[in-house]
């Protein structure tokens, strides 16, 4: 966990001083980014415990935006989700994704609202933790569990529509649906995400 918001946190700051850079050099148009809290459902999983896996899936992420035309946007994204998993498991069981990429969107301005469409492509990593027996909240070591790191290749196409608050603030709703591909073709779990947040833009 530690190292991916290490990881996240890098990019934007990448992101945020490659943007100052390029509006000192009146190279774009503009610029925006900020924070979004998800939540979710996810379903399907590939594991060889014929475990089900569909849950409720919530995380926290960014992003970071670069204004090339008044219509198109180009940038980086990550964000991390965690599925607490109940079913065949011992509380304490989850399911964890972490991507990031560069994205392309097109947006529109219409008065205050800005409806946007767009993709990110990068790469990810999904951890599952599988627990049969034991407790999560004492300190003994548990013999029946396991833990699974899988990379995989990240595809998001995305829609949202943002509100401007004032002239720098916005806020920002999105739904996408996080396609994840492996050596062994396309990997699940996946399902729909709703993400609300704040989005600082000049």
């Known amino acids: 966990m530690k190292l991916y918001r290490l990881i996240l946190c890098t990019i934007l700051s990448i992101s945020v001083i490659t943007i100052s850079n390029a509006q000192e050099k009146k190279a774009i148009k503009g610029f925006s980014g900020g924070m979004m809290v998800h939540s979710g459902y996810q379903f399907g999983g590939d594991n060889p415990y014929n475990l089900d896996i569909s849950s409720p899936t919530f995380g926290i992420g960014g992003c970071a935006k670069l204004h090339l035309t ?13 599925a607490p998993i109940s079913k065949g498991v011992q509380s304490g ?10 994205l392309a969107d097109w947006y529109w301005q219409k008065g205050k609202f800005v409806p946007y469409v767009g993709t990110t492509i990068g790469g990810g990593m999904e951890t599952s933790f599988y627990m049969f027996e034991g407790d999560q ?13 899988q990379p995989f290749f990240a595809i998001d196409p995305y829609v949202g529509i943002e509100y401007a608050v004032g002239e720098a603030l916005r806020l920002t709703l999105k739904a996408d649906w996080l396609l994840a591909i492996n050596s062994d073709g396309l990997n699940r779990p996946m399902g729909p995400r709703i993400y609300f947040g704040f989005i600082f833009a000049h």
Request: charged content about 25%; overall charge positive.
């Open 70 to 82: 008044k219509h198109f946007r180009t940038g980086f994204e990550g964000y991390f989700s965690t």
């Open 93 to 102: 069981s989850h399911n964890k994704l972490f991507w990031t990429g560069v």
């Open 137 to 149: 909240h004492d300190w003994e070591l548990e013999q029946k569990s396991v833990l699974h790191k």
